[in-house]
């Protein structure tokens, strides 16, 4: 099973920001949404484009390039992207903001 790590506080992101961390090697994109954390892989799985430099809109990233959105909850996503975006499990203790990739 995949380690948490610490990547933010809650203080560092209010409800309707995002921001980019990284879990190890991967470039990762934090949300608050309504109160609520959620982390996805911020590349696009069209065109390995950094999604966190998009539009937040309700609980879906837009892709910068070409428009494709991916659910920050769920990772699923419209074209032309072709596959989810994966998951990060997100654990708030206290103040802080820890994540782990979703066990396969």
Do not use: W
Request: charged share 30%; proline share 7%; aromatic share 8%.
């Amino acid at each position: 099973m995949s380690e948490f790590i610490k990547v933010a506080k809650t203080s560092d992101l209010q409800p309707g920001e995002k921001m980019r961390v990284d879990y190890d090697d991967d470039e990762v994109g934090l949300f608050n949404i309504n109160g609520e954390f959620y982390a996805i892989s911020d590349i696009c799985t069209h065109d390995d484009g950094p999604l966190i430099d998009g539009e937040l809109d309700g609980e879906c990233i837009i892709c910068p390039r070409h428009g494709a959105r991916f659910s920050v909850k769920t990772g699923a996503q419209t074209m032309p992207a072709f596959s989810p975006a994966p998951v990060y499990r997100v654990k708030i203790e206290g103040d802080d903001i820890f994540i782990a990739p979703q066990d396969e």
